[in-house]
C-alpha cells in the first residue's frame, strides 16, 4: 500500500512534468517555424515580383510563386495541418489572383522600341556583322610601336633594376678576404688537377684523400662564386660608360661579367695588388671586343675599331683646343697619316641609316622618300621606247625576211645581245663577206626617206 501511494503521488508530478516538455516542444516548433515563414514571405514577394518581367517568362513566373507560397501561407496561419489540401487552394486561389493583376498591369503598359543608333546606321553591313577587309589606321599603328618601345624600355629598366637589387645583397670585400678567397681558389684548382692526373695515370688513391680533394674542389669552387658576386656591381659602374654605342645596357652588363669570370681565374694574389684594379682591364677588355663584333651593322675588325676611337678622341681633344672642327691636314698630323686615310676612316666610322626612319615632326614622312632611284624608267621614256619598237618593227616588215633578220641579229634588236658577221653567216649558211654585203644593202634601204622618216622623229 506504501508503494501505491508513493507511486499515486509521483505520478501528478510526472504528468506536469510530461505537459511541460511537451509545451516546451510546441514552443521550439513554433520558433523553428517562424523563420520559415519569414522565407516563405520574402520568396511569396520576390515571386510577384518575377511576374513584372516580360512575357516570355509569365507562366512560369506564374507558377512558382503559387507553388512556394502555399506551404508558406499555411504555417503562417498556424491552424491545424498545413498539408490539408482546403488551405492549400485557399493560398492558391490568391496568389493566382495577385499574379493576373500584375499580368494587366504589364498588357497595359506600350511597348516602347528603342530607335537603332545613327552610328551603328552608318556602318556597313560587314562591319555590323564583324566581317569585312581590315583597315590599317597609321596613326593607331603608329601609338602601338610608340607603346610597345616604351613598354620595352620599362621592361629593360625593371630588368636593370632587379638586378642591381639581387646584387646589391652581396657585401663588399676587402682585401684580406680577397686574399683569402684567391687561396681557396688556388687551392681547388690544385685539387682538381691532383684528381686529374690521377685519374689519368691510374693512381689509386684513398677513399679519405678523394673525398678531401673532392671538398676542397667544391670550396674552391664556392670561393670562386663569392668572388664573382661580390664584384658585379663593378661591371655595372664600368658599362655605364659604354651606355649609347649600339649594345643595349644588360647585354654590356653581360659581356663585362665574362670578362670577370676572366679576372678570377687569372688572378694572381701574391702581386700585392687589389682584385678589382686588376679585373677592370679584363671587363673593359670584354666589353671593347663585344662592341666592336655586335653594335654595328656591318662588321669592323678590332684593329680598325681602335684606329676609330683614336682618331675620334683626337678629334675630341683638337675641338675644345682650337674652339673648331678639326681638318682632315690637322688630324693627319696628329695622328701621323695622310690625309686621304683619315678621310677613310671617317668614312669607315658612318653609321648605316635605315631608309625607314621617319623625318619630320609628324613622322609621316620616310628617308626612302626622299632618295632618288636612278634606275627608275620615267613612264614618258616608256611609252617613246614602245612606239619606237613598234615603227621599227613595221620599217622591218618593208624588207625581205632574210635582211630583216640580218639586221635583227647584227644590232640585238631581239634579246639586246649583238651578233658578229661569223655568227650570223653560220646561222644562214654563208661567208662573213656574204652578211657584210646583205647589211650593207639592207642599211641603204633604211636610209631610204620613205623609210627613215618615221625613225627620224625619235632622235630629236
Not at 517562424?34 to 506564374?62: D, F, L, Q, V
Not at 506600350?110 to 530607335?115: D, S
Not at 689509386?204 to 673532392?214: G, I, S, V, Y
Request: a negative charge.
Amino acid at each position: 500500500m506504501a508503494a501505491a501511494e508513493t507511486a499515486t503521488r509521483r505520478s501528478p508530478s510526472t504528468a506536469s512534468a510530461a505537459k511541460t516538455t511537451k509545451t516546451a516542444s510546441v514552443a521550439g516548433k513554433t520558433d523553428a517555424e517562424e523563420p520559415a515563414t519569414a522565407g516563405a514571405k520574402a520568396k511569396a514577394s520576390a515571386g510577384r515580383k518575377t511576374a513584372a518581367k516580360p512575357r516570355a517568362a509569365k507562366k512560369t513566373a506564374t507558377k512558382a510563386p503559387a507553388a512556394k507560397a502555399s506551404p508558406a501561407t499555411a504555417k503562417k496561419s498556424g491552424e491545424g495541418d498545413p498539408d490539408e489540401p482546403g488551405e492549400l487552394e485557399d493560398v492558391q486561389l490568391e496568389d493566382l489572383e495577385d499574379l493576373e493583376a500584375d499580368d494587366a498591369e504589364l498588357v497595359d503598359e506600350p511597348v516602347v522600341e528603342e530607335e537603332p543608333d545613327e552610328e551603328e546606321e552608318k556602318l556597313p553591313k560587314d562591319a555590323k556583322e564583324g566581317g569585312g577587309d581590315f583597315v590599317w589606321d597609321e596613326e593607331e599603328s603608329e601609338a602601338l610601336r610608340q607603346a610597345r618601345k616604351d613598354a620595352e624600355l620599362t621592361a629593360s629598366a625593371d630588368s636593370v633594376r632587379a638586378y642591381l637589387k639581387q646584387i646589391g645583397k652581396v657585401a663588399l670585400l676587402n682585401a684580406e678576404e680577397e686574399v683569402e678567397l684567391a687561396k681557396r681558389i688556388e687551392a681547388g684548382l690544385y685539387a682538381a688537377e691532383r684528381v686529374r692526373k690521377a685519374e689519368e695515370e691510374s693512381e689509386k688513391l684513398t677513399p679519405q684523400m678523394r673525398r678531401d680533394l673532392r671538398w676542397i674542389v667544391r670550396d674552391g669552387e664556392r670561393a670562386k662564386n663569392h668572388l664573382l658576386e661580390a664584384n658585379l656591381r663593378l661591371v655595372v659602374s664600368l658599362a655605364k660608360r659604354y651606355t649609347g654605342r649600339g649594345m643595349a645596357f644588360l647585354d654590356l652588363i653581360q659581356e663585362g661579367n665574362l670578362g670577370l669570370i676572366r679576372a678570377v681565374e687569372k688572378f694572381d694574389y701574391t702581386k700585392g695588388y687589389k682584385f678589382s684594379t686588376y679585373a677592370t682591364w679584363w671587363i673593359r677588355q670584354a666589353i671593347t671586343r663585344a662592341m666592336a663584333d655586335q653594335a654595328r651593322t656591318i662588321r669592323i675588325p678590332v684593329h680598325m675599331v681602335e684606329v676609330i676611337n683614336k682618331l675620334g678622341r683626337i678629334q675630341r681633344e683638337l675641338l675644345q683646343d682650337l674652339g673648331r672642327e678639326p681638318t682632315p691636314e690637322e688630324l693627319a698630323k696628329e695622328m701621323d697619316i695622310t690625309p686621304e686615310k683619315v678621310l677613310e676612316i671617317q668614312q669607315y666610322a658612318r653609321e648605316p641609316i635605315s631608309l625607314d626612319q621617319t623625318i619630320g615632326d609628324e613622322g609621316d614622312s620616310q628617308l626612302g622618300d626622299f632618295i632618288e632611284d636612278s634606275e627608275a624608267v620615267v613612264a614618258v621614256d616608256a611609252v617613246s621606247f614602245t612606239l619606237l619598237q613598234d615603227q621599227l618593227q613595221s620599217v622591218l616588215a618593208t624588207l625581205s625576211e632574210r635582211e630583216a633578220g640580218v639586221v635583227r641579229l647584227r644590232f640585238g634588236l631581239t634579246d639586246g645581245q649583238p651578233r658578229t658577221l661569223d655568227e650570223i653567216g653560220q646561222v644562214y649558211g654563208v661567208t662573213r663577206e656574204r652578211i657584210r654585203q646583205i647589211e650593207s644593202k639592207t642599211m641603204s634601204k633604211l636610209r631610204h626617206p620613205s623609210r627613215s622618216q618615221v625613225l627620224r622623229d625619235y632622235l630629236e
